[in-house]
């Protein structure tokens, strides 16, 4: 998980990896990561984080329409 300000930044670096993703906040004390942006391949992001070694979550909120 994510336990230090390198492990947030790697986190924040390879969301914003994604060419339609427009903002990348991550908290390090609630381990959280929030992301804006349009068409947003949830799926690909998730295996991104997995890859690097990181756990996701379900809890993720959902975009309202």
């Known amino acids: 998980g994510m336990r230090c300000?390198?492990?947030?930044?790697?986190?924040?670096?390879?969301?914003?990896?994604?060419?339609t993703v427009g903002s990348v906040t991550v908290n390090l004390e609630s381990g959280s990561t929030r992301i804006g942006g349009r068409h947003l391949p949830r799926a690909d992001i998730e295996g991104v984080l997995r890859e690097a070694g990181f756990e996701v979550g379900l809890d993720s909120e959902e975009p309202s329409a």
């Open 5 to 19: 300000a390198a492990c947030a930044k790697k986190v924040e670096t390879k969301i914003r990896s994604f060419p």
